[in-house]
């Protein structure tokens, strides 16, 4: 009964993502099927602890585990809120630090040299290759891809008007490349109304995350780039080209959508030209 309320309360209110939703809702599933105790205010931190040290046992990663309790935080936190308990046990526990792995990104003239051999003699080649232009010169996350209407852009000043994570707004620019395939793409691509979607399959309904990323991985192999590429491969090297180029973090922050400048951060450790460029400029010895 409360799990039920709780997923319905992941989507309405803190609208989160369907693949965070299935991830919450299938580890709180496994807790509660197998640890929770009945009722749930019979909890304690002893507990919580226990099914902490169940998880190492199992030999799990720690960014597993942390989202393992992170879901559990939640739904206690949601149980809270409704009056099932009184507190929240999870809250008190502490979780080993997390490093963030460093991103993975493609050097910028391999990347200018694979996006510049992507045909475009069909409309199926021609939106492939605009989708591709579109992650790399807006840093779009592969979401907010294939959720992009036509009414999203504006031509004149190259702006996407976009919902990102949390259902907050903002806005990417675009380069002129992109701007060019997307005029192609839509002289090709007959539309109805400026609401519907840019990436649509044959039933009308916009292109999956999974097929974008799909299409991508298989573009990347074709077409010369022999690392692992992936949508977000294209958003971190975006990030990074910038950082090279000379862009402030904030400034970059505002283009990916990042909460936090925290996030924003991770590209200066995968950014080796701007690190000899500022060791050159501001060190004596440089």
Known sequence: MYFEAYLDFLKSQNRYSPLTIRDYGRDVNE????????????LTLAGCRAYLRDLFNKSLSA??????????????KFLVSIGVVQENP?????????GRPLPNVVASDALQTFLDAL???TPVQLRNRLMCELIYSAGLRVSELA?????DFHFEDQEIRLMGKGKKERIALF????????????EFRPVSSS???LFENSKKRPLSVRTIQRIVKQLAAQYGLKQRVTPHTLRHSFATALLNGGADLKSIQELLGHASLAATQIYTHVSPERLQKTLK??????
């Open 119 to 121: 045909p475009t003699l």
């Open 90 to 98: 999870w809250e008190w526990l502490t979780l080993p630090k997390i």
């Open 147 to 151: 959720a992009l209407k036509v009414n």
């Open 175 to 186: 380069g002129d490349t992109a701007k060019f395939l997307l005029l192609r793409f839509l």
């Open 195 to 197: 609401n519907e979607y």
């Open 281 to 286: 400029k501001a060190h004596p010895r440089g």
């Open 31 to 42: 807790f509660d099927s197998v640890y929770a105790p009945k009722p749930y205010a019979e």
């Open 63 to 76: 960014r597993s585990i942390a989202r393992k309790v992170a879901a559990l935080r939640s739904y206690w």
